[in-house]
């Protein structure tokens, strides 16, 4: 690689890192939230207290299922976990 052509890649690097810079800021700042919310720690858990953020917004994960060995009688394999 020559010495322009490194020079060109760290500015282009640069500037995409500033245009998404901008980007999360933009958006953070256009949110309209009054209420920011505060981090509240209770135990060992952290629990996001306020902010705009309601319940119906966040994703829904994959159901556990209700008997941990049904899975294996089955013969499928859990996520994460390695037959051997």
């Known amino acids: 690689m020559t010495r322009s052509g490194g020079t060109l890649s760290l500015i282009a690097a640069l500037a ?10 933009y958006t953070v700042v256009q949110t309209g ?3 920011q919310g505060e981090i509240v720690q209770r135990g060992s858990v952290l629990e996001l207290v306020g902010g705009c953020v309601e319940h119906g917004d966040l994703p829904v994960g994959p159901q556990q299922p209700k008997d941990p060995g049904a899975d294996q009688a089955e013969g499928k394999q859990t996520p994460g976990k390695i037959r051997p």
């Open 16 to 25: 995409a890192a500033g245009a998404l810079t901008f980007t999360a800021v």
């Open 33 to 35: 939230c009054a209420d």
